[in-house]
């Protein structure tokens, strides 16, 4: 049997029973990065035809995710493409939207190795995707950690320009603690401390105490 041929027997084998699945089933084609299948859900939140989707090809992946996501997915996709095994699952979470226009909504999604080629080689990705549902409060939990993983990527750099000082400092004002009660604690002047209270700020502008509360929370610091 050639590729083409198990392909197709393939993705009409998985596509006979999509829609019975409680996520959108992709079938990823590794060698050419394009999609071979999506179930009709998927197709429907996209806003795209099959013939339109493959025709997209590797254009696929940067159309409909968001990339500030793929550093840490990526990884774990490549990681699974080389074990070159049937068995092993790769579970992350990404942002998805049909176009620049709508909102990005993040998806649960769990992949792996569904085919090999004619040479052994891998072939196909089974993926199945399912949207955090906003409403419920364990997914308002899991919406907050990934909205403080995404500020953490985001202003990585900018963190980085504060010193250990500014941080325990940082962590305190995120607290809700004063200059003196923070002088107190970390055996400083009152001045010292207002001084670390300026610098803090004039590096991370932040818009209001509240997303310096974020930056302590995103980075650990409380």
Same mark, same amino acid.
Request: aromatic fraction near 8%; include cysteine.
């Given at each position: +049997?050639?590729? *083409? *041929? ?7 084998? $998985?596509? !006979? ?11 990823? =084609? $590794?060698?050419?990065q394009g999609v071979e299948y999506m179930s009709p859900w998927g197709l429907e939140l996209l806003q795209i035809t099959m013939p339109e989707? #493959? !025709?997209?090809? !590797? ?12 550093? *840490?997915?990526? &990884?774990? $996709? ?5 074990? =070159? @095994? ?35 080689? &891998? ?11 906003? @409403? %419920?409060?364990?997914? +308002? #939990? ?10 953490? /990527?985001? =202003? ?10 500014? #941080? ?13 009660? $923070? ?8 001045? %010292?401390? @207002?001084?670390?209270? /300026? ?6 502008? &932040? ?9 302590? #929370? ?5």
């Open positions: +049997m050639s590729n *083409e *041929e198990a392909i197709s027997h393939k993705v009409a084998e $998985i596509a !006979a029973t999509a829609a019975q699945y409680p996520g959108v089933i992709i079938i990823n =084609n $590794i060698q050419t989707l #493959r !025709a997209l090809g !590797a254009d696929y992946h940067t159309r409909f995710f968001n990339p500030a996501d793929a550093a *840490e997915y990526a &990884p774990k $996709i490549w990681q699974l493409i080389e074990q =070159n @095994e049937l068995g092993p699952v790769a579970t992350f979470f990404q942002q998805v939207r049909a176009n620049a226009h709508t909102p990005w909504t993040w998806y649960f999604t769990s992949m792996r190795l569904l085919l090999h080629d004619t040479q052994g080689a &891998p072939l196909l990705l089974l993926c199945v995707a399912s949207p955090v549902q906003p @409403e %419920t409060h364990l997914a +308002m #939990r899991v919406q907050r950690l990934l909205d403080e993983n995404e500020f953490l /990527r985001r =202003n990585a750099a900018t963190f980085a320009t504060l010193t250990s000082r500014e #941080r325990e400092v940082l962590r305190h004002l995120a607290l809700g603690h004063s200059s003196p009660q $923070i002088a107190q604690t970390l055996h400083l002047s009152v001045q %010292t401390a @207002e001084t670390h209270r /300026r610098n803090i700020r004039q590096k991370l502008q &932040p818009q209001s105490a509240a997303e310096l509360g974020l930056y302590a #929370r995103a980075f650990n610091l409380v």
